[in-house]
């Protein structure tokens, strides 16, 4: 008996032929998966075989053996190179202490789990890139043939000595992020200064790339948060919406003045960010 589906009658032979088309796209994304998936994966390994040549023909490269006296004597950071879906890593280790020379928070494992933001994003990796991996600017030393390929609990235990960050992949600096690496140069309080005066720049990519800096300071970014607020006025979908979540309850006054002045959707985001920020969820960077 024919089947009624809101109105329109069907029979059941002209209702498994619509599904045909639905069908064999799938039947053919798997064909392709199947092809695709060996290339992509052969393709990744001749790309990291090659960068690995690059960095020990720059001599930029240190062996396991010679790195586990450093590992063992707690000297140095070690670098984790990695962004989710990606299917190649690398590790790096400098011998200073970048937590310690890092203007920026850095991300660490347990941070970057809690973040809904790629982590090539966060601008702890935009000034790692600039002064660490970056093959032409960096100085990190590649490590190659490490323990972790082989024995992952012989790894963990001499790299437990020295902290480990991550960082992400990186193209080019663009212009608005060089502006930023510079600003980044000066004392603490003189650089928060000039990126909440980036806030007002009249380039989106510029006071975006100074919202999320100013976002990974958390709490100690609060006297941003009246600029973060105008910010977000002239664009409702910058980062100036993830870096109030990361400064916190210390937003709230600023964020509940925008809630009662405004109308439409940047009422409704405000609203947004109070429940959100009173909930204590991280922001962009996962660091609050």
């Not at 789990?113 to 100085?139: A, K, V």
């Not at 007002?200 to 975006?208: L, P, Q």
Request: proline share 6%; aromatic share 10%; charged share 25%.
């Amino acid at each position: 008996m024919p089947r009624r589906r809101r109105g329109v009658t069907l029979d059941r032979p002209f209702g498994c032929i619509l599904a045909l088309p639905f069908l064999l796209g799938i039947c053919v994304l798997g064909v392709l998966w199947i092809f695709c998936w060996p290339i992509a994966v052969g393709a990744t390994a001749m790309g990291s075989w090659r960068f690995k040549r690059l960095m020990k023909k720059r001599n930029r490269y240190i062996g396991w053996e010679d790195l586990k006296p450093h590992l063992e004597r707690g000297d140095g950071t070690l670098l984790f190179q990695w962004e989710q879906g990606s299917l190649a890593g690398y590790f790096w280790w400098t011998e200073q202490d970048v937590k310690k020379i890092s203007p920026i928070p850095c991300t660490e494992e347990k941070q970057y789990d809690r973040s809904p933001g790629r982590l090539g994003e966060h601008p702890f990796t935009m000034w790692c890139h600039e002064y660490y991996t970056n093959e032409d600017t960096g100085t990190a030393l590649l490590i190659v043939d490490h323990q972790a390929e082989k024995d992952d609990k012989v790894f963990e235990q001499y790299t437990s000595k020295v902290p480990n960050l991550m960082t992400g992949f990186r193209r080019a600096i663009t212009a608005a992020e060089r502006k930023v690496l510079e600003i980044l140069k000066q004392d603490h309080p003189t650089a928060k200064a000039q990126l909440i005066a980036l806030l007002a720049d009249t380039k989106r990519d510029v006071r975006d790339i100074a919202a999320a800096t100013l976002g990974t300071f958390g709490p100690e970014a609060s006297d941003a948060a009246p600029a973060l607020v105008r910010a977000l006025e002239m664009d409702p979908d910058g980062s100036s919406f993830f870096a109030l979540i990361d400064i916190g309850p210390e937003a709230l006054p600023a964020l509940q003045e925008l809630a009662d002045r405004s109308v439409g959707k940047l009422k409704k985001d405000a609203n947004a960010l109070i429940h959100t920020i009173e909930r204590k969820k991280p922001g962009f960077g996962g660091l609050g």
